[in-house]
């Protein structure tokens, strides 16, 4: 998640749609006074070697402290945080109105039949399912459904929910939302890419039970997005 002061945007980050990669690429023209969540070692130091800013300012200053918050730093030692995949609502009740009103705030949503056929793909790395329906029958697969990290009931909270298989559209079309003069650049480097060890369309891999079941979870976001199966 970053917040830029500089260029005045808030990206939201959802899971399994390259936020990892966009959040890097990103990072690469905040401020000194941005503020960049944490991301994984192994993402931090690719970061640090594009020479891009690493994770900064995500401490949330004490006089933004609510009861609740003091007594979580008092008696559990627990500082209050801006972190990686915090909902559009949580922001918005930590920022000020100006800032939330006048920056342009954002995110990627992603095909949901993809989407848990790449998060099987990332959970199952160490075997732990034999099959994709065991996945859907025994783990709580609508875990990725992020409608609620951008939405709050049927309201969008941020300006605009660019769809993961536009990114190339969406990256040529951010830097005139935020005032920059040439097209965003994603690294190279694909954060988690190597878990899918199956390059197959979602289709080739999901029966029409496995679909039916992904689209009953994540019907929200398909009918507020536009998806097909």
Avoid at 41 to 50: G, S
Avoid at 95 to 122: L, M, Q
Avoid at 168 to 176: D, H, Q, S, V
Wanted: net charge positive; aromatic share 12%.
């Amino acid at each position: 998640m970053i917040i830029s002061h500089k260029h005045r945007f808030i990206f939201i980050k959802l899971r399994k749609t390259a936020g990892t990669s966009l959040e890097i690429a990103l990072s690469g023209i905040c401020g000194g006074d941005d503020i960049i969540t944490p991301i994984s070692l192994l993402d931090e130091k690719v970061r640090l070697e594009m020479g891009h800013k690493g994770a900064q300012n995500y401490d949330i200053p004490y006089k933004q402290y609510s009861f609740n918050d003091w007594a979580n730093r008092i008696i559990k030692g627990k500082k209050r945080s801006f972190y990686n995949h915090m909902p559009a609502s949580e922001i918005m009740g930590t920022v000020s109105s100006d800032i939330w009103k006048k920056y342009f705030k954002f995110c990627f949503e992603r095909n949901p039949w993809d989407k848990t056929i790449s998060h099987y793909y990332h959970l199952n790395r160490n075997q732990r399912f034999n099959s994709i329906m065991e996945y859907l029958k025994h783990h709580d697969s609508d875990v990725i459904s992020d409608v609620d990290m951008y939405t709050e009931g049927d309201r969008l909270l941020v300006d605009k929910v660019f769809k993961f298989e536009e990114m190339e559209a969406a990256l040529k079309e951010i830097p005139g939302m935020i005032g920059l003069e040439s097209p965003l650049l994603l690294p190279k480097y694909k954060a988690k890419s190597q878990f899918r060890t199956s390059k197959k369309h979602y289709r080739e891999l999901l029966s029409d039970e496995e679909a039916g079941i992904i689209a009953k979870k994540h019907a929200r976001e398909i009918e507020r997005m536009g998806y097909t199966y």
